[in-house]
């Protein structure tokens, strides 16, 4: 009885195994999600998603003045709802939804010049929402963690551009956020992480704008002497994203040539570039952009052919791919940009279906050795079953 069980459960994962071996090239189902009920032809684009699965971005809108570009939120792994999922603007004609926390809060400009954080699950209000900005006329919000605080970019009085990082649910103080520089012209956030670390850019004394990658310490300003990231071996480089761990993803040039060699970096935990372990390499003949990282260090972004064709990628372990090889080459998408990865797996960008620029959502199908571990433990059951039934 038991090997007649046994050999039950080996027939099982194999006939299991063969299936998914099949289909190894398709690691991902795609979800069109939609507009919020714009004109035909009009599109969509998702910037960011949480680990509920809430997904936010821009879509094209129906108003009274015309069509408009709307921030959107979605509901958990739901497409767009034109009827509840329009967060309106910001006393500007459009808007547009950058980041999300896993409490709902939604982070984003309106009009391209001002930034503002809804509270959770509610649409943007003009008068709570609004960040303000460090003394200049124009601030850009591209993250937010759960404790509320948000970064970005924002201009000074002078007219220069400075990283800024607010306290949790308040406003831009320019008193307290400017995150200041390595000592040149400018600098610009990407990202946040629980702890209040942030990643960016910073130009360096006597250097062009954004010269230098930087990890600052929890709810610190930059600070020249410690927070510098280096390079892979070129001039120039920018962090894109930060998890809990304090991993760094961006982008940095290999040679000493400007511009030239533009490889992804995934630091060690709280640690510098190292170019002998953090080069992800490229993708050919490409410029590469990081947009986000999950906790397992899985990173996603877009890279650019010379010749302008654009194609989103994903990056695990120590390898990069174009994510349009892992779903249906029948499914009618070409993916075109990768913006953001929960710590699920799922990643959301915009991509063309059927030559309509739409959002969408990516979530994984199971892998083959996730599976065959489940058929596994399946068979040690069927194996176990009857000899504690009859003891021998």
């Given at each position: 009885m038991r090997w007649r069980v046994s050999l039950r459960a080996a027939g099982l994962v194999v006939v299991l195994a063969a299936a998914v071996q099949l289909h190894a090239g398709v690691m991902y189902t795609v979800t069109d999600l939609g507009t919020l009920g714009g004109p035909p032809g009009e599109g969509s684009e998702a910037h960011g998603i949480n680990d509920l699965g809430q997904v936010v971005g821009w879509a094209f809108a129906q108003t009274p003045s015309g069509a408009a570009m709307h921030a959107f939120r979605t509901a958990p792994n739901q497409p767009i709802n034109p009827a509840t999922d329009d967060l309106d603007v910001l006393g500007s004609p459009w808007s547009v939804a950058r980041g999300i926390n896993n409490l709902g809060q939604v982070i984003g400009s309106g009009g391209g010049t001002i930034s503002f954080r809804t509270r959770p699950n509610q649409p943007i209000n003009p008068a709570t929402d609004e960040l303000g900005t460090l003394g200049g006329a124009f601030s850009a919000a591209v993250a937010i963690n759960d404790a509320g605080q948000v970064v970005g970019q924002s201009k000074l009085a002078d007219g220069s551009y400075r990283a800024f990082r607010t306290a949790p649910n308040a406003p831009i103080n320019p008193a307290t956020d400017d995150l200041g520089t390595f000592g040149?012209?400018?600098?610009?956030?990407?990202?946040?992480?629980?702890?209040?670390?942030?990643?960016?850019?910073?130009?360096?004394?006597?250097?062009?704008?954004?010269?230098?990658?930087?990890?600052?310490?929890?709810?610190?300003?930059?600070?020249?002497?410690?927070?510098?990231?280096?390079?892979?071996?070129?001039?120039?480089?920018?962090?894109?994203?930060?998890?809990?761990?304090g991993q760094v993803a961006g982008t940095s040039t290999i040679s000493t040539e400007p511009g030239h060699g533009m490889h992804i970096f995934r630091t060690s935990p709280d640690q510098p570039i190292n170019p002998v372990t953090d080069d992800l390499g490229t993708l050919g003949e490409a410029n590469l952009q990081v947009k986000a990282m999950n906790d397992r260090g899985d990173v996603v972004g877009v890279f650019v052919v010379y010749g302008d064709v654009e194609n989103a990628f994903i990056g695990v372990g120590s390898q990069l791919a174009n994510l349009n090889d892992f779903i249906d080459p029948a499914s009618g998408w070409v993916l075109k940009n990768a913006n953001d990865i929960n710590n699920l797996g799922q990643i959301v960008g915009g991509g063309y279906l059927n030559g309509r620029f739409r959002a969408y959502r990516l979530d994984p199908i199971p892998e083959p050795s996730a599976l065959l571990v489940g058929v596994a433990g399946l068979s040690i059951c069927a194996l176990r079953r009857p000899s504690q039934a009859n003891p021998t």
């Open positions: 040149g012209a400018g600098s610009a956030a990407f990202d946040i992480n629980a702890l209040g670390q942030v990643v960016g850019g910073a130009a360096l004394a006597g250097n062009g704008w954004a010269a230098g990658a930087f990890r600052s310490a929890p709810n610190s300003a930059i600070n020249p002497l410690t927070d510098d990231l280096g390079t892979l071996g070129g001039t120039w480089s920018q962090a894109f994203g930060i998890n809990a761990s």
